[in-house]
């Protein structure tokens, strides 16, 4: 079976941003309806150190706030392909640029997975603050669910 990573990633001090630790944490809480055989790592914001836990995964699926020009509070599967070939503006992410350069030299130096996919979730602020927006608050457990389906596929497919 291949390995496969879920890493939440995001500033909780820039509101909207903090949403990929958020998830991630409630999906650890949850403890029912997972799939098995995933390893779940907060990522918060120090990129740098996911190099080597990048290293010890087949898949790894990064859930992150991208603006990709969506509504609020939706969600979006993106390829690490997309990104790169800028079908999705990830610079706009308050660290995007940063992850992309970890995955780039990750890739450079043979220790990027055979995978890597981004659960994108449309922010609607990343100013400074420890709130999410109305719009992402009302939506968190759609998004829980929309991201257990999405891995139990992943999973499925595999």
Known sequence: MKKIGVIGVGNP?????????FLLKKLIDRKYGL???IEYID???GYLNLIHDLDRFDIVVFID?????????????FEYED???KKINFSSSSHGEDIVQVIDFSKSVDMLPERVVFFGVQPKDV??????????????????DDLICYLKKLVDDI
């Open 65 to 77: 706030a991208v603006d990709f020009n969506g509504k609020p509070g939706d969600s979006k599967i």
């Open 43 to 45: 990522g918060g914001t």
């Open 83 to 85: 990104i790169k070939s």
């Open 35 to 37: 799939p098995a055989g």
């Open 127 to 144: 100013s400074f603050g420890d709130t999410f927006s109305d719009e992402l608050s009302t939506k968190s457990d759609v998004l829980i």
């Open 13 to 21: 001090l820039r509101r909207d941003d903090g949403i990929g630790v």
